[in-house]
């Protein structure tokens, strides 16, 4: 069982994630940010991923820091978990619409970070979030988990869609990544021979 637990404090937000590659889609957030939990909750249970993640930040002031330490820690919660990424897939990809929205997201495991966001989110707020803070959230976690990440929103009119497209083609795209491919056992998929750094 891929399972672990990181905890990050700092003077602006304490954070503890557990987090099983190998789970059925549970999880229990409290970050006190309810729309970004909705979105988490797509990743765990497309991703077939057990989150848990209790966070309490500067929410008096907004929801930047809790929203980015969340994806930092998230993302070196996922680096420890998937360890040294022998006999995985590496790759996974993902298109996934919700009415007339539609996102894709493919993903590599490459040990590198990098992140290429590509969404034109058609209002600022959904609710009470502010849609400029997923992009803090994925640059913490593609950061700290170490791979690249590109999400392209292709199409959509409601951005409440637009962003569980994203969220659910990530869950999808990460757990194709992640998943053991028989034909590759005990092999690291790489000519280098690592994919640490």
Same mark, same amino acid.
């Given at each position: ?56 930040? !500067? ?5 930047? $820091? ?24 590496? %790759?996974?990809?993902? %298109? ?16 590198? /970070?990098?992140?290429? %966001? ?31 990440? $590109?999400? !392209? ?6 951005? $409440? ?27 690291? /998929? ?8």
């Amino acid at each position: 069982m891929r399972q672990v637990t990181v905890t990050r404090n700092t003077l602006e937000t304490q954070i503890t994630i557990t987090l099983n590659l190998d789970g059925t889609g549970v999880s229990k957030f409290d970050t006190g940010v309810p729309f970004f939990e909705h979105m988490l909750d797509q990743v765990a249970r497309h991703g077939l991923f057990d989150i848990e993640i209790k966070a309490v930040g !500067d929410l008096h002031i907004d929801a930047h $820091h809790t929203v980015e330490d969340v994806g930092i820690t998230l993302g070196q919660a996922f680096a420890k978990a998937v360890g040294d990424k022998k006999g995985i897939v590496r %790759y996974g990809h993902s %298109y996934v619409p919700l009415d007339e929205a539609l996102s894709r997201v493919v993903v590599d495991l490459s040990g590198r /970070p990098c992140l290429e %966001y590509d969404c034109e989110y058609t209002r600022a707020m959904i609710g009470g979030f502010d849609v400029d803070l997923f992009g803090e959230f994925f640059r913490g976690f593609v950061n700290h988990a170490a791979i690249s990440l $590109h999400i !392209d929103n292709l199409k959509g009119k409601n951005a $409440h869609h637009q962003a569980e497209t994203i969220f659910k083609a990530l869950g999808r795209a990460l757990r194709m990544a992640v998943e053991f491919d028989p034909r590759m056992a005990g092999i690291t /998929p790489s000519t280098k021979g690592t994919l640490v750094g």
